[in-house]
């Protein structure tokens, strides 16, 4: 299911529309990845053609693996990644929790992680509920809005740092039309900033490895009984 998905968002991603969305989108990704500090990066997700973190002016070490599936364990150890980059890793999970989880375990106490996503609440939902951009009906059942995802992350411990929501075009397959819109993408930003068509959810994980208490020094040397206990004073009542 997961590899008919990528299939079919990589061949939309090459119509004018996808191409349009997906310049939007690496531009606010490759801003926000600019602002994150680590040397490790991790990235899922489609499209398998764009390497969102190679553009990171930084000393880091990549993995880009766009092609394991949400409902597989990832093949890397606990805590080796400083950032996660979804790009739309969970529109096509059975169940987000599981790859979320699976995501925090591999990310430091200390990571960033960040998610992009199509957004349900925008204006191309009513296009949704009559066409289909991605020829996947499981995948227009996943679409998961960014408030919900904020709630999961939560109970994960993670701190939203930055929301983003992009895209404020007609989602119409057309050059000359989304060129000529152009100017909707400002006017959207300020007039309805949440119905953006692509959303970017950044969250800091406050996790704090456990501690190992010390354990109490116990003297090795034995003290004869009569040394270890104080005399005690017995006491009659009425006596002063």
């Known amino acids: 299911m997961y590899d008919e998905y990528v299939v079919a968002l990589d061949s939309w991603y090459q119509t004018a529309l996808g191409k349009c969305f997906l310049q939007i989108e690496q531009h606010h990704l490759a801003a926000l990845l600019s602002q994150c500090p680590g040397k490790s990066f991790l990235q899922l997700g489609a499209p398998l053609s764009c390497d969102y973190i190679s553009h990171v002016k930084q000393p880091y070490q990549p993995e880009h693996n766009g092609s394991i599936d949400p409902e597989t364990p990832l093949p890397y150890t606990d805590n080796r990644f400083d950032v996660a980059v979804l790009s739309h890793f969970l529109d096509t999970a059975v169940d987000p929790h599981i790859a979320i989880r699976e995501v925090d375990r591999v990310l430091a106490h200390d990571g960033t992680i960040i998610i992009s996503g199509f957004n349900p609440m925008s204006f191309w939902c009513f296009y949704y509920l009559t ?17 919900r995802i904020d709630d999961w992350l939560s109970l994960l411990d993670y701190k939203l740092t930055k929301r983003r929501h992009y895209f404020y075009r007609l989602p119409i397959d057309n050059d000359r ?12 930003r300020l007039l309805w900033p949440a119905a953006g068509a692509g959303y970017i959810i950044v969250a800091k994980k406050q996790k704090v490895p456990g501690t190992l208490v010390p354990r109490a020094r116990w003297s090795l040397t034995k003290k004869p009984i009569a040394e270890s206990l104080e005399p005690t004073r017995s006491r009659t009542y009425g006596e002063h």
């Open 131 to 147: 066409h289909r951009v991605i020829r996947n009906d499981h995948w227009q059942q996943q679409l998961l809005s960014s408030v």
């Open 177 to 188: 039309i989304l060129s000529a819109t152009e100017k909707m993408e400002r006017i959207g």
